[in-house]
């Protein structure tokens, strides 16, 4: 059974970096595309950006110049980093598993990590 | 980006009633819609792919219909479990991926 796994620091304070790991097992790492999707109870479900295992990435313009996500295909694992953070961004996170071809549904989820910004 | 809208936002219904909720893209994404589950403290869970594919696990009281445009969840005979929030996805444009803006179906 495949099973995201992640982490990350919870409370931060506004203009530090944001920083989650999420970790992959039970099922193949590559052939996927690896998504980080935030939720917000104003926003809803907002998806941030992916990678895969060879490293190409696509995120979303409206986060663009401040996200990076990035693969350590030994730990089977993908990282965000979102800067300057501001209270707008305080969110529950979750990694996903997408489907590369359509209908690129997201199937399996990571638990989420709340993310507060604070000073 | 194309804007996903669900209606209603919210709905109240009893066990054994037949819902349905409706997913409303801005521009055409042919059968490319997903739907999702999340229940509270959880993280979504997929019931149907493009549209009206049900996904393996998933009850039969859930369906799903619709194309281009205008898009149906409906859940035939309604659950205590079924009470959850339900969220819709498109997945035809090139990123971003855009979910709707979620159902809470609660219990009446």
């Known amino acids: 059974q495949v099973q995201l796994q992640q982490w990350g620091a919870g409370l931060l304070k506004p203009s530090e970096t944001l920083t989650l790991t999420c970790a992959v097992s039970?099922?193949?790492?590559?052939?996927?595309?690896w998504s980080w999707v935030r939720q917000t109870p104003g926003k809803g479900l907002e998806w941030i950006g992916e990678i895969n295992h060879r490293g190409s990435t696509v995120y979303n313009p409206s986060l663009e110049r401040r996200v990076t996500i990035s693969v350590d295909t030994s730990r089977n694992q993908v990282s965000l980093k979102l800067a300057s953070l501001t209270a707008a961004d305080a969110a529950i996170y979750f990694c996903?598993?997408?489907?590369?071809?359509?209908?690129?549904?997201?199937?399996?989820w990571g638990q989420g990590t709340l993310v507060t910004v604070s000073s | 980006d194309i804007q996903m809208t669900q209606s209603p936002s919210s709905l109240s219904a009893s066990v054994g009633d037949r819902v349905t909720i409706t997913c409303r893209a801005s521009q055409s994404i042919r059968n490319y819609l997903n739907w999702y589950q999340q229940k509270p403290r959880e993280a979504p869970k997929l019931l149907i792919s493009s549209a009206s594919n049900l996904q393996s696990g998933v009850p039969s009281r859930f369906g799903g219909s619709g194309s281009g445009t205008d898009f149906t969840l409906t859940i035939s005979s309604l659950q205590p479990e079924d009470f959850a929030t339900y969220f819709c996805?498109?997945?035809?444009?090139?990123?971003?991926?855009?979910f709707g803006q979620g159902t809470k179906l609660e219990i009446k």
């Open positions: 039970g099922g193949p790492f590559s052939g996927f595309f």
């Open positions: 996805q498109q997945s035809y444009s090139p990123p971003p991926y855009t």
């Open positions: 996903a598993r997408r489907l590369p071809m359509l209908p690129g549904y997201f199937d399996y």
